[in-house]
């Protein structure tokens, strides 16, 4: 994530960490916004236009 963007800023303060499992839960209709991914026990609705700043890793 960018340093100087308030949006990822605020990700970083949820919780969207390096190391951090995230997990996709549900999607909009068709596909669409928003995104439901959670981190730990907690769940956040995120536009596409968020979810693109956070880099995801698939884990084994």
């Given at each position: 994530?960018?340093?100087?963007?308030?949006?990822a800023r605020?990700?970083?303060?949820?919780?969207?960490v390096r190391?951090?499992?995230?997990?996709?839960?549900?999607?909009?209709?068709?596909?669409?916004?928003?995104?439901?991914?959670?981190?730990?026990?907690?769940?956040?609705?995120?536009?596409?236009?968020?979810?693109?700043?956070?880099?995801?890793e698939k884990?084994?």
């Open positions: 994530m960018t340093e100087g963007d308030p949006i605020r990700l970083r303060d949820y919780g969207f190391g951090e499992p995230v997990r996709l839960v549900g999607r909009g209709p068709i596909g669409a916004d928003p995104l439901l991914v959670q981190i730990g026990f907690t769940r956040f609705a995120l536009r596409r236009a968020e979810a693109a700043r956070v880099i995801v884990s084994a």
